[in-house]
């Protein structure tokens, strides 16, 4: 279930996670009479109020989108509203901004266009960011290009932990970057070689998927749980987002590198372990 809440979007919290969710009902992304995660699931996964995530679920009851089975939790109803397929609407918007490109505005122009006919405020829209993403293997660096890319408006140059010295002392190009983005256990290291450069790093944080989140609340009560992942800092990191989500169900045992001793003792006290993707090492 892929929902992303912008909370600098100038559209509130509210509609934007009622949108998604309407969206993802409708093209079948959740099944009909399949159960929604909990209310404090939702929450924690995304980081927002219970409360929003409460008004949320009850606008989409309201209109019928969703049920509430006493003791069982929220299902997608059997017979949603219909609105225009997805196609239909993919069609609009496309021919829309083939109309707005020949009037000469770009996406942006045109996203700030509708929402000011809409009469919602818009953000102050920023240029693209050029970002340096330094990472230990190139899957990492590909996955986490495709991510910055998808979410952010950046442009991405990849570069190899194990070649960063190297491609600053031969090209110049440092000058443009405005940020830096590595995993939080290489912060150290990409902050000494960047320093002085004036380019700011910032440390990405693995958190877990809502999927996953489902998936452990489905679990019986008092499910021991673990946390691998390559790096120990990351492991503790995605341990820190599930223990956010408070699901009453599960124990958290604890967290460690995906190799040496702490592992095997990690697995002699647990009856599921969660991994972080993509599975790869420095």
């Keep these: 279930m892929d929902l992303t809440i912008d909370a600098r979007s100038p559209i509130p919290i509210r509609r934007q996670l009622t949108e998604q969710l309407k969206h993802l009902i409708e093209s079948g992304g959740v099944p009909r009479e399949q159960a929604l995660p909990s209310i404090r699931e939702l929450a924690g996964f995304l980081g927002i109020n219970t409360n929003t995530v409460a008004r949320v679920i009850e606008d989409l009851k309201q209109s019928g989108y ?146 996953t989140l489902h998936r452990l609340a489905q679990m019986p009560a008092g499910t021991r749980v673990g946390v691998v992942s390559a790096a120990a800092e990351t492991a503790h990191n995605l341990e820190h987002s599930i223990a956010n989500a408070g699901l009453p169900n599960i124990v958290l045992v604890g967290a460690c590198p995906a190799t040496g001793a702490a592992l095997g003792r990690l697995l002699r006290h647990v009856d599921v372990t969660v991994s972080r993707a993509p599975a790869s090492r420095c």
């Design 66 to 211: 969703v049920e509430a089975r006493r003791g069982r939790g929220v299902f997608v109803a059997q017979a949603p509203p219909a609105r225009p397929s997805s196609r239909l609407r993919e069609s609009f918007l496309r021919d829309t901004v083939i109309r707005a490109a020949a009037l000469g505005m770009n996406a942006d122009d045109l996203a700030v266009s509708v929402l000011t006919v809409a009469g919602v405020r818009p953000a102050a829209v920023q240029g693209t960011v050029d970002v340096l993403l330094v990472e230990c293997s190139p899957p990492e660096l590909d996955f986490f290009a495709g991510q910055l890319v998808a979410h952010l408006p950046v442009r991405v140059d990849k570069v190899l932990l194990s070649e960063l010295a190297a491609v600053i002392r031969r090209q110049k190009r440092h000058g443009r970057w405005q940020a830096a983005v590595t995993s939080f256990c290489h912060l150290p290291e990409v902050e000494r070689l960047l320093s002085g450069r004036g380019v700011p790093v910032i440390a990405l944080l693995a958190e877990a998927h809502l999927e």
